[in-house]
Structure formats: structure tokens, C-alpha cells
């Protein structure tokens, strides 16, 4: 008897370095980034049906269904495949919305799996890719089965690195969200007088967490921090509590410590403002569960 449904955990990702490059005639930025993915994750669950088309989340209001990037993962796949017709897709959501960890484009991700997982005839990774590409600068790499990877260009090239040792993770939510349009802008408008200087980077730097701290470089943090100026003191408050990494993940607002053992959570939860949730870094990423 074949699967009839499929559920994933959906992982958030970090982003260790972020780099903003050249902006492309179409209006797109090129980035630079180091993903890595983390334990936290939502429960993502689709069923194909004949006709009709659905998505529920619980945990946080969506908004259109059919804004949502889930959702147009499976229409995207339905489009370029001719399957399925129809999908009840739900979504058990913890990756806070807004914050810079991926979690709609993590979603999509494990919907485009998912499917492919179900499928009669599964696509070759190369196009699921370029249909996660049509989604999102992100949702190329939450949809494969890197725990890191370097990417560049719009997301959709990516290098997969060496897994690296489990590590504590904590993240700090603050209370605010920071629109990514935004961050972009603000940017921009210092490129005149701040220009990212050309580096040249040897892969085996990226392979262990010794020498990876070298470039946890984020160009959106400065500019961010100019705007909530806790950033810089949270971020140095991570690390002043043992966190040998620490910085800001994409545009906002989530800040991260990467700890090499333990982290007192109690502690930074009285220390620090705004949410803190502990994680941790993975070896591998979740694989698609089927259902009979």
C-alpha cells in the first residue's frame, strides 16, 4: 500500500555570516551567506487530494492561504508536474514568523520534499531546486538535506559544507520585527561611503567552529542596530556569557549565541530582554516521515 501522506519537521535556519553583494538589473541583491540548520522546527503535514486545495496552521494567524509560502510550494509543484490537483496541508508552527530564522521558507521546503517524496515520479534535485528558487532567496536551501552549506547569488547557489559538532544554541526574539525591505534599504543607503571589500576565503576555515567565528559577518547588523540599538548589547551580553558565536540571523530581529557546551538559560532569560529559546545545531536534517 502506497503513502497517502507525508509529514516533516520543517527546520529553522541560522544565518552565521550574511553578506550583501551587488544589487541585479531586476532589483534582486546577490548575497553571500553561511546557513546553518537548528533543532527548532514547525510540523508540516499534506495530504494530496483530488480537487480541493487547503492549508491550517496552528500557532499564529497566516493570513491568505494562498499568500502563504507553503501553500505555493504545492501549487508551484502541481504547476510544473500535473500533480496533485488538490492538498490539505497543515502546519504545526514554533519558528517564530518575522524573525530572520526562515520559517515560511522553511515550510515550503519541506512541502516541495514532501511531495516529491509522495509522487510516483519524484523530480531530480536539480529541478525541485529551481522550483524552491521561484519561492525565496532561502527556500533553496531549506529544501535539501544540508545541515551547512555557503550560498550565493540569490540563495540558489549553494556549496554544501562538512557537518560540524552539535552545538547549544540560544536565540533571543525580541520584541520587535524588522521588515526585510527595510534592512535592504537602509543598506543601500550606506554603500556610498561603505563598500564590502573583496576577501578571499578558504573552505577549510568554514569546517570547524574555531576558526568559522572569523566570518560571523552580517552587513544587515550595523544598520539594524543603528535603529535598535540593544542589538549590539544583547549580542554582547551572548557572548560575555560563554557564547563563542554570536551575531544577528538575516535581516532581523532574532540574535543568536552558539555555545560550546552549556548555556544557563535561566540566567539569560533574567539577563537578557525579549524571548529567549534555547536550540541547538543539527548533524543532519529531518528526514520526510510517510504515512500509510
Given at each position: 500500500m502506497s503513502a497517502k501522506v507525508a509529514r516533516v519537521a520543517a527546520q529553522a535556519k541560522l544565518n552565521l555570516g550574511l553578506r550583501i553583494l551587488s544589487r541585479e538589473r531586476g532589483g534582486h541583491h546577490s548575497i553571500e551567506t553561511l546557513f546553518a540548520r537548528i533543532a527548532l522546527a514547525d510540523t508540516v503535514t499534506i495530504r494530496p487530494r483530488d480537487e480541493e486545495r487547503s492549508l491550517v496552521c496552528h500557532g499564529v494567524e497566516i493570513g491568505p492561504e494562498e499568500q502563504n509560502l507553503a501553500y505555493r510550494a504545492a501549487v508551484a509543484y502541481a504547476d510544473a508536474t500535473g500533480w496533485p490537483r488538490g492538498f490539505?496541508?497543515?502546519?504545526?508552527?514554533?519558528?517564530?514568523?518575522?524573525?530572520?530564522?526562515?520559517?515560511?521558507?522553511?515550510?515550503?521546503?519541506?512541502v516541495l520534499r514532501a511531495l516529491n517524496a509522495l509522487a510516483a515520479r519524484a523530480l531530480p534535485e536539480a529541478e525541485l531546486l529551481r522550483l524552491a528558487m521561484t519561492l525565496g532567496a532561502d527556500v533553496p536551501y531549506l529544501t535539501t538535506t544540508e545541515p551547512f552549506a555557503l550560498a550565493w547569488g540569490r540563495g540558489e547557489r549553494l556549496l554544501a559544507l562538512p557537518s560540524l559538532p552539535e552545538r547549544?544554541?540560544?536565540?533571543?526574539?525580541?520584541e520587535y520585527t524588522v521588515p526585510t525591505a527595510n534592512a535592504y534599504g537602509w543598506v543601500a543607503a550606506t554603500r556610498h561611503t561603505d563598500v564590502p571589500s573583496p576577501r578571499l576565503v578558504s573552505v577549510q576555515e568554514l569546517t570547524s567552529w574555531?576558526?568559522?567565528?572569523?566570518?560571523?559577518?552580517?552587513?544587515?547588523e550595523p544598520v539594524v542596530a543603528e535603529r535598535h540599538p540593544d542589538i549590539p548589547t544583547v549580542i554582547g551580553q551572548?557572548?560575555?556569557?560563554?557564547a563563542t558565536v554570536a551575531g544577528m540571523s538575516g535581516s532581523g530581529s532574532t540574535l543568536f549565541g552558539i555555545?560550546?557546551?552549556?548555556?544557563?538559560?535561566?540566567?539569560?532569560?533574567?539577563?537578557?530582554?525579549?524571548?529567549?529559546?534555547?536550540?541547538?545545531?543539527?548533524t543532519r536534517v529531518a528526514g520526510v516521515e510517510l504515512v500509510e
Amino acid at each position: 500500500m502506497s503513502a497517502k501522506v507525508a509529514r516533516v519537521a520543517a527546520q529553522a535556519k541560522l544565518n552565521l555570516g550574511l553578506r550583501i553583494l551587488s544589487r541585479e538589473r531586476g532589483g534582486h541583491h546577490s548575497i553571500e551567506t553561511l546557513f546553518a540548520r537548528i533543532a527548532l522546527a514547525d510540523t508540516v503535514t499534506i495530504r494530496p487530494r483530488d480537487e480541493e486545495r487547503s492549508l491550517v496552521c496552528h500557532g499564529v494567524e497566516i493570513g491568505p492561504e494562498e499568500q502563504n509560502l507553503a501553500y505555493r510550494a504545492a501549487v508551484a509543484y502541481a504547476d510544473a508536474t500535473g500533480w496533485p490537483r488538490g492538498f490539505d496541508i497543515a502546519i504545526e508552527k514554533r519558528i517564530p514568523v518575522g524573525g530572520g530564522l526562515g520559517g515560511g521558507s522553511a515550510d515550503a521546503g519541506a512541502v516541495l520534499r514532501a511531495l516529491n517524496a509522495l509522487a510516483a515520479r519524484a523530480l531530480p534535485e536539480a529541478e525541485l531546486l529551481r522550483l524552491a528558487m521561484t519561492l525565496g532567496a532561502d527556500v533553496p536551501y531549506l529544501t535539501t538535506t544540508e545541515p551547512f552549506a555557503l550560498a550565493w547569488g540569490r540563495g540558489e547557489r549553494l556549496l554544501a559544507l562538512p557537518s560540524l559538532p552539535e552545538r547549544t544554541v540560544v536565540l533571543v526574539l525580541p520584541e520587535y520585527t524588522v521588515p526585510t525591505a527595510n534592512a535592504y534599504g537602509w543598506v543601500a543607503a550606506t554603500r556610498h561611503t561603505d563598500v564590502p571589500s573583496p576577501r578571499l576565503v578558504s573552505v577549510q576555515e568554514l569546517t570547524s567552529w574555531e576558526t568559522l567565528h572569523a566570518h560571523v559577518v552580517n552587513d544587515f547588523e550595523p544598520v539594524v542596530a543603528e535603529r535598535h540599538p540593544d542589538i549590539p548589547t544583547v549580542i554582547g551580553q551572548l557572548r560575555e556569557y560563554g557564547a563563542t558565536v554570536a551575531g544577528m540571523s538575516g535581516s532581523g530581529s532574532t540574535l543568536f549565541g552558539i555555545f560550546p557546551l552549556f548555556a544557563d538559560t535561566a540566567a539569560l532569560t533574567r539577563a537578557l530582554p525579549g524571548l529567549v529559546v534555547p536550540t541547538r545545531t543539527v548533524t543532519r536534517v529531518a528526514g520526510v516521515e510517510l504515512v500509510e
